[in-house]
T-cell receptor
Framework: QKEVEQNSGPLSVPEGAIASLNCTYS??????FFWYRQYSGKSPELIMF????GDKEDGRFTAQLNKASQYVSLLIRDSQPSDSATYLC??????????FGAGTTVTVRA | SQTIHQWPATLVQPVGSPLSLECTVE??????LYWYRQAAGRGLQLLFY??????ISSEVPQNLSASRPQDRQFILSSKKLLLSDSGFYLC?????????????FGPGTRLTVL
């Protein structure tokens, strides 16, 4: 079993719609979770982090965490063409050593 | 503000040649530093991390080594490159500031081994 799994994608959504990204993790003891956005050819940039069960909102982004189900999700509301990228889910294994999923590529259609 | 630099940005090397990639961080002291590799079509894999000068932990057995000769410098090396060493190498640092505890990546070095 992989440490972090993401829905494989690619995910194509029309402009203005909600993009929903899912991630599951295997280590029940994991405490902190991150979403990074990576444009083609560029390094990942941190867009959201979440430590507690429930929802966390930041602008058009909402992260959701359910530790009992070992599940993290990211919602992108009012999707824009500039949101087209690969989204990486990461789990802190301790000492901030991150384990990453393979990523989900999102394409927002104008 | 803190910034992280990596060089070179791109590198093409023959199989069997040595490698040295450098990462430096500005605007902070004694940061935790990390080397990741992203192979084509694959996720990011943690290679090494360091909590201080001379302190290196290896996460996966491989053809690479890391060193931290100065507080804000982290170097990734190899004596003899393999084809499988090709990939996008990313240095990262950990920001701990009040309630913030986040990890940021440098611009990366794209290595092609031929």
């Amino acid at each position: 079993q992989k440490e972090v799994e993401q829905n494989s994608g690619p995910l194509s959504v029309p402009e203005g719609a909600i993009a929903s990204l899912n991630c599951t993790y295997s280590d029940r003891g994991s405490q902190s979770f991150f979403w990074y956005r990576q444009y083609s050819g560029k390094s990942p940039e941190l867009i959201m982090f979440i430590y507690s069960n429930g929802d966390k909102e930041d602008g058009r982004f909402t992260a959701q965490l359910n530790k009992a189900s070992q599940y993290v999700s990211l919602l992108i509301r009012d999707s824009q063409p500039s949101d087209s990228a690969t989204y990486l889910c990461a789990v802190n294994k301790g000492d901030y050593k991150l384990s990453f999923g393979a990523g989900t590529t999102v394409t927002v259609r104008a | 503000s803190q910034t992280i630099h990596q060089w070179p940005a791109t590198l093409v090397q023959p199989v069997g040649s040595p490698l040295s990639l450098e990462c430096t961080v500005e605007g902070t002291s004694n940061p935790n530093l990390y080397w990741y590799r992203q192979a084509a079509g694959r996720g990011l894999q943690l290679l090494f991390y360091s909590v201080g000068i001379g302190q290196i932990s290896s996460e996966v057995p491989q053809n690479l080594s890391a060193s931290r000769p100065q507080d804000r410098q982290f170097i990734l090396s190899s004596k003899k490159l393999l084809l499988s060493d090709s990939g996008f190498y990313l240095c990262a640092w950990r920001l701990i500031q009040g309630v913030r505890d986040e990890q940021f990546f440098g611009p990366g070095t794209r290595l092609t081994v031929l």
